[in-house]
């Protein structure tokens, strides 16, 4: 549940490799646009402007930097990148298959696991590259090691594992979009009226994979991409509705964020994480407020797996005290911010 605000993107990446080329790049770009619609993926499901994938490449990008880091032993009070394989993940393979697939982890261990898939060096630009692509990579602007690795891995990881992911992202879609769809008219306009900002204009891509990152979900803005990691228990049933809200307002919170922290640094404070937290406390209680028109008994992810408590406790009554009253419209954004800079250590 974590964002990147990302400036540049693919084009500038891809463009600036052929310096004084004006006539030939873009000969090349408008081959590479048409190359990545000819290819273009269908969604599994849409729920206002979200739409859900279930993409095999992000999926294999995803696993095998879970794989790498399940190489790497556990050490207590050390963070982890990713989340954890599942016992009985392994599966019995051909020696040529085995040594192609180790190869593989082997060269994420070595270059990405370090990275963190959201703010570390270049993983936003390999995660959108993944967009759209066809079954040769055509138009990914990777360089040879690594278009080369992914196609290695891809047949073994489509035999052994893409199977039962992509069933089970499947049917983690199905119910979430179930869920989603009743609320997100009432929840959109709540949220979008709190932060000050439209709902997207443009569809928004929701990657779905099996593992992912140790949180579970991230966004990066500009454009607002969400990755999902759909065997999260954090997000079964209800709790999916708060995480596609909470990921969605990753991209529409700028606004609140740059109000609370230009009011904290007015106060000589430098809270980091507070906009983070207050953006997990609108989300979750609006997601629950709405829930409960329905008598649905809902409890928010900062409750319900101990976040408040375990992260972020200095945080927890200026929030509740300062937030709550600015969600239940008795309170302007300025209120709401001026009360918990004040009420923050
Ligand atoms: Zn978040």
């Known amino acids: 549940m974590a964002s990147f605000l990302e400036k540049g993107g693919l084009k500038i990446l891809s463009l600036s490799r052929m310096p004084g080329m004006k006539r030939v790049t873009t000969a090349l770009v408008v081959m590479t646009l048409f190359a990545a619609s000819a290819a273009a993926e269908t969604p599994v499901a849409e729920v206002s402007q979200l739409q859900l994938y279930s993409s095999f490449w992000q999926n294999l990008h995803h696993f095998l930097y879970v794989s790498a880091w399940a190489t790497r032993p556990v050490v207590p009070g050390q963070a982890r990148l990713a989340m954890p394989l599942p016992p009985g993940s392994d599966v019995s ?84 979009v179930r869920r989603t769809t009743k609320y997100a008219p009432a929840i959109i306009a709540r949220l979008t009226t709190l932060y000050g900002v439209p709902w997207f204009g443009r569809p928004v891509r929701v990657d779905v994979v099996r593992f992912g990152k140790s949180q579970g979900a991230y966004t990066s803005n500009n454009p607002t991409h969400i990755v999902v990691a759909s065997s999260d228990p954090g997000y079964a049933q209800w709790s999916s509705v708060e995480m596609l809200f909470h990921e969605s307002s990753h991209g529409l919170f700028r606004k609140t964020q740059l109000a609370i922290e230009d009011a904290a640094n007015r106060a000589g404070k430098m809270p980091r994480d507070l906009w983070h937290v207050v953006l997990f406390y609108i989300a979750g209680e609006v997601t629950r407020q709405e829930l409960a028109k329905d008598g649905v008994e809902y409890k928010p992810y900062l409750y319900a797996i101990g976040l408040f408590d375990r992260a972020w406790p200095r945080f927890r009554s200026p929030v509740e005290t300062s937030v709550q009253p600015y969600i239940d419209g008795k309170a302007t954004l300025e209120q709401m911010v001026t009360s918990l800079v004040t009420a923050i250590p």
């Open 93 to 176: 393979m051909a020696p040529d298959e085995k040594a192609t697939w180790d190869h593989a982890v082997t060269v994420y261990e070595r270059d990405f696991a370090s990275r963190d898939l959201l703010f570390g060096q270049r993983m936003t630009m390999i995660k959108l590259g993944l967009v759209d692509r066809d079954d040769k990579l055509t138009g990914a602007p990777y360089d040879d090691e690594l278009k080369t690795l992914l196609l290695s891995a891809a047949p073994i990881y489509r035999k052994y594992w893409w199977p039962a992911h992509g069933a089970g992202h499947r049917a983690w879609i199905e119910d979430a």
